[in-house]
């Protein structure tokens, strides 16, 4: 039985969903180079990290609009919305101030690890897409990241830019299973 004037769109949200597998893969390959670039030159000054930082929350923040954009008739659409706005906002005001905000972005970026894994983590339990696995892997490793540095939020910009490393290049190769995942599915 079919059903009138309903778009296909909304009979198959995992078709709708393969089509936003290359913004998953962009985000997979920036976050995986900027986690090296981290690891690399930990030592920089402090308004080099924080600049990093906004622009990645930025670029996140957009590319997970554009997600939500192409994930017409996909249930819980409106949480990478909410995180999308979130990270562009956030990003901005650290770039805007970053040697005032250094503190604050080691709040900032804890908390937005947090809301992010727990949104992605929340999907992944919700719906049985082809990345499941990887979408609740990386929502645990951003809350445990976030819960790290909420816990201890002392620690010198050397130490909070190599664990951003590890945090970027983990995410980043979750980021690429998962587009893999979702175009071959």
């Given amino acids: 039985m ?18 936003a597998w290359w913004v998953l893969l962009l985000f997979g390959l920036f976050s995986v180079g ?18 990093i930082f906004g622009l990645l929350m930025i670029i996140s923040g957009a590319l997970r609009f554009v997600a939500a954009l192409l994930a017409e008739g ?13 990270g562009v906002v956030l990003g901005v005001l650290v770039m805007k101030y970053p040697e005032q905000t250094i503190a604050l972005v080691v709040l900032i970026t804890a908390l937005y690890w947090l809301i992010a894994g727990l949104i992605e983590f929340f999907v992944g339990i919700a719906n049985h897409y082809p990345d499941r696995t990887a979408r609740i892997a990386f929502g645990a490793i ?3 990241f976030g819960i790290l540095v909420l816990v201890w939020p002392a620690p ?4 909070f830019a190599i664990l951003a490393g590890i945090y970027a290049i983990i995410i ?14």
């Fill in 2 to 19: 079919t059903t009138p004037d309903v778009p296909e769109v909304v009979l198959d949200p995992i078709q709708t969903l393969k089509k």
């Fill in 74 to 86: 996909v249930e819980h659409r409106w949480l990478y919305v909410i995180g999308a706005i979130v």
């Fill in 156 to 159: 010198t910009v050397l130490v």
């Fill in 142 to 144: 951003s809350m445990v």
């Fill in 172 to 185: 980043g190769v979750l980021e690429i299973i998962a587009a893999f995942t979702l175009k071959s599915a």
């Fill in 34 to 51: 900027f986690g090296i670039a981290l690891l690399v030159w930990p030592g920089q000054t402090i308004t080099v990290v924080a600049t």
